[in-house]
C-alpha cells in the first residue's frame, strides 16, 4: 500500500487466528514494492517462525509480490476483494450484486462440492 504523502511503500502481512480474526504480522516501510524489496519483507518473517510454505497465501495481483511469493514457495491465491474490484473496474457493469455474493461464497466455502453447483 503506497503511504499518504510519501514515497515509501507499505508492506503488511495479515494472519487470520482460530476465531477468524485478522491479526497483524509484520509491518514494513520499502522503496517501492519490487520483488527485491519484498523478498525482503518476507524473508525475516519467515525466519522469525511464521508459516507461510503450507497454508495458502492471499495477497494482490502485484508482479513484485507475486514473484518473491513464488521463488520462496509460497502456495500464493489472490485476495477475493482484489479480484472483485479488478472485475468491477475492467468488466462495468457486468458484476452482479447476486454474482459478487456467490464469489464471497465461493471464497468462504470448506469443500469444492459446495462450490460447483450450477444454481448461479
Known sequence: MK???QKNTMLILVGRVG????VVMAVGL????NTADCQWF??????AGIEMTDVP???DRGKAG???GSTLGLQLHFCTRHIIDNVKKNFKGRL???LEKK?????RSKCVKSTMTRSW
Open 57 to 59: 497465501f492471499f495477497m
Open 66 to 68: 507475486i514473484a518473491a
Open 3 to 5: 503511504t499518504v504523502g
Open 96 to 98: 452482479t450484486a447476486d
Open 103 to 107: 464469489l464471497y461464497q465461493i471464497q
Open 30 to 33: 520499502v522503496p517501492s514494492e
Open 19 to 22: 476465531n477468524n480474526k485478522n
Open 42 to 47: 518476507l524473508l525475516p518473517c519467515m525466519k
